[in-house]
């Protein structure tokens, strides 16, 4: 560490900062790793280490045309891979490895300028991909480390210290803060400038299609996909389904959700919803979604749920449908029925479609559910009774042959097309995809009409923060089949391999990392802290709405809060915070330590004589100004500020007391 420090003081001043705008740049630049294409990282590192080494060695820059080549080459790379030079990617692309390339060219503190207000702006484009508690500390201490460089640069002569120029940033940074937080609590939220980044997109394995194999990634990705909170007792864990996109098409592998354009609509019908029994209120803070659906406790009344600048609409499916995805995080408030009915009608075409199979696929499976359909057991009972047989028996089936319900279940369809067939009479090795699938197909195939529900079941059995906490690892998929005189029932067969997927709401786990392994314990805390932390920041600061802002504005009198008010308020806060910049000034202007006070006060009370005190002199030289001016009848003053002199320059003796003065300069004619 000597050794190091030995050779960070023998650095040249303009090496020194240098090497310290590197690491600020880079830090800054760090967060774009995971977004940037490999290719742009990996030369923004080399051009970065390249000039590092110009630096070290003491070397000339290169030319600008060598750096115009090398920019050229950027922007080709940029097209190539975006196929654009506009755009969120490819804009953060460029403006990435053009800083780096500026740090090529700083010949001047005009080219150092550039840098750091490239930085500043590199700082900001962050918060386009996250506005996490993390990502704003880092930006925070980008913008410090940003800030100290300015210093530096301001700092022209010398080898001023860094940690100097450091504190300097610091205090700068901190006297901002005040007026950052007034902003940000009364600045008017405009959608959708207030809107949260898409950082979970394709995160929480809802999607407008279910695929084998394709949910396996989804339940091992273990982050927070909605947070409740209930007025009153919470349902049953059997209960607790959040119903997301309803999937009805097949195509022998993939399950789509419904045709929606107006030609298809006959196909769809209205599943007209009657609720049952006590309305369970809660509240939700959702995370962004990739897709217009809006997962809501089974069974949400009504036909719209009003949100801030986002209507939802119940469609026909009973999925409650946004005009565009999801791509905010959203605090909404709801109701439940745990008891319903819906669908209680189907006309031919309606039953027709939600009985299609694709020909030629599967036919093991299809052949297998017309033995069980033929047998007399269920040929002799009624339709409605026959139809709910049959799924209890699929149920049974499942919960007495060797199903294993599994996170790691291996790829279906590499050895056949017929990947029902495979998973039900062969490999048996799935989970809540694979057996939903598998029920609906041989529900349809016994004529049956059935669909696919996809959406999340169960939450965290400990409440983080008061709030219970739903994740991605809770991603589920159930079937619904159709009773004639009842409507759509619900019907898990995960539940029958897996009870406690469903009954005690255990989510699948994904592994655990190693301190996760060492001390599972000590793992779910640290996990769990953090995300009470982070909920925290999403509920004041994310979540902080214009709803809050006019909330705000009733605590401080305005009786009716709108756009207008708030306009005031701001400014009300932006004329305060004037008055309170310019007292700062005024008061920073004056002298604060004590000699500086003294001689002022000395200076004004010369003044008035008509005797000049220029603060370069002495108070031998200001005795002199006055004995010239006032001549003998100045002697007693004279004396005053010679003791003075004597007191502040020479062998510490008392100074004299301050009315002495006033009194011998009573004595003196004012100034004419």
């Not at 929606?260 to 609720?275: I, Y």
């Not at 209890?392 to 097309?417: C, I, K, M, N, W």
């Not at 009479?425 to 669909?451: K, N, Q, T, W, Y």
Request: proline content about 8%; glycine content about 6%; aromatic content about 10%.
């Amino acid at each position: 560490m000597n050794g190091l420090q030995r050779w960070w003081s023998r650095l040249p001043r303009d090496a020194r900062d240098s090497f310290f705008l590197l690491a600020v740049i880079t830090a800054v630049m760090a967060p774009h790793a995971s977004h940037l294409p490999l290719w742009a990282t990996g030369l923004t590192g080399l051009v970065l280490a390249w000039r590092a080494h110009i630096a070290w060695r003491q070397r000339p820059l290169p030319s600008r045309w060598a750096l115009l080549a090398i920019a050229l080459v950027y922007a080709v790379l940029t097209w190539l891979t975006f196929r654009t030079l506009i755009g969120r990617e490819a804009g953060i692309t460029l403006l990435t490895v053009l800083m780096a390339l500026k740090t090529l060219e700083l010949r001047a503190r005009r080219d150092a300028f550039v840098v750091f207000f490239l930085g500043f702006f590199l700082v900001l484009t962050q918060f386009l991909y996250s506005q996490s508690l993390l990502t704003a500390a880092g930006a925070l201490l980008s913008l410090w480390g940003l800030l100290a460089a300015v210093v530096l640069a301001q700092m022209p002569t010398g080898v001023p210290s860094i940690a100097i120029a450091a504190r300097r940033a610091a205090s700068t940074t901190a006297l901002g803060l005040p007026v950052m937080v007034l902003l940000f609590v009364l600045f008017p939220r405009i959608a959708p400038l207030w809107g949260v980044p898409t950082e979970q997109i394709g995160k929480t394995g809802l999607s407008n299609q279910l695929e084998f194999g394709a949910m396996s990634e989804i339940a091992n990705d273990d982050s927070i996909a909605m947070r409740l909170k209930f007025d009153g007792p919470t349902p049953p864990p059997d209960q607790r389904y959040f119903r997301g996109p309803v999937l009805t098409r097949f195509d022998g592998k993939t399950w789509r959700a419904p045709d929606t354009r107006p030609s298809q609509a006959w196909l769809r019908g209205n599943d007209d919803l009657l609720t049952q029994g006590p309305a369970l209120r809660y509240e939700a803070t959702l995370e962004p979604l990739r897709i217009p659906v809006l997962p809501l406790l089974e069974m949400s009344p009504g036909t719209a749920l009003a949100l801030p600048d986002l209507a939802v609409q119940r469609g026909p499916e009973l999925q409650w449908l946004a005009p565009r995805p999801i791509t905010e995080r959203l605090r909404f408030t709801a109701t439940a029925h745990l008891g319903w009915r819906a669908g209680q009608q189907l006309n031919r075409l309606q039953y027709a479609a939600l009985t299609e199979l694709p020909p030629g696929a599967n036919p093991r499976t299809l052949a297998w559910a017309l033995a069980l359909a033929t047998q007399p057991r269920f040929t002799a009972l009624p339709p409605a009774e026959r139809a709910e047989a049959l799924a209890a028996a699929l149920l049974a089936h499942v919960r007495t042959e060797d199903f294993t319900y599994t996170l790691s279940p291996g790829r279906y369809g590499e050895q056949t097309p017929h990947v029902i067939d495979e998973f039900w009479l062969d490999r048996r090795l799935g989970f809540c995809e694979h057996f939903a699938s598998a029920f609906v197909v041989i529900m349809r195939a016994m004529g049956v009409p059935a669909r696919i529900v996809t959406g999340f079941q169960g939450w965290d059995a400990d409440p983080q923060d008061g709030y219970l906490v739903v994740r991605n690892a809770n991603a589920h998929a159930w079937a619904e089949y159709w009773v004639q005189g009842k409507g759509w029932l619900r019907s898990d067969p995960t539940a029958a391999v897996a009870p406690n997927r469903v009954t005690q709401g255990l989510a699948l786990q994904p592994q655990p990392g190693l301190v996760g392994q060492l001390n599972p314990t000590l793992w779910r805390a640290l996990r769990n802290g953090w995300e009470t932390v982070n909920n925290r920041w999403q509920q004041l600061v994310l979540n902080y709405s214009r709803q809050n802002q006019f909330d705000l504005l009733k605590q401080l009198g305005f009786e009716r809060p709108d756009w207008s008010a708030l306009g005031q308020a701001l400014a009300g806060v932006i004329f305060l915070t004037a008055l309170l910049g310019l007292a700062w000034l005024r008061w920073n202007s004056r002298p604060h330590d004590a000699w500086s006070r003294q001689r002022a006060r000395i200076a004004a009370r010369l003044a008035a004589l008509g005797v000049e005190a220029p603060p370069h002199e002495s108070p031998a030289g200001w005795a002199q100004r006055l004995q010239q001016r006032h001549g003998p009848a100045a002697q007693a003053a004279c004396d005053w500020l010679l003791q003075l002199h004597a007191a502040r320059y020479g062998d510490g003796r008392p100074a004299p007391a301050w009315a002495d003065f006033r009194r011998a300069l009573a004595a003196l004619p004012a100034r004419r």
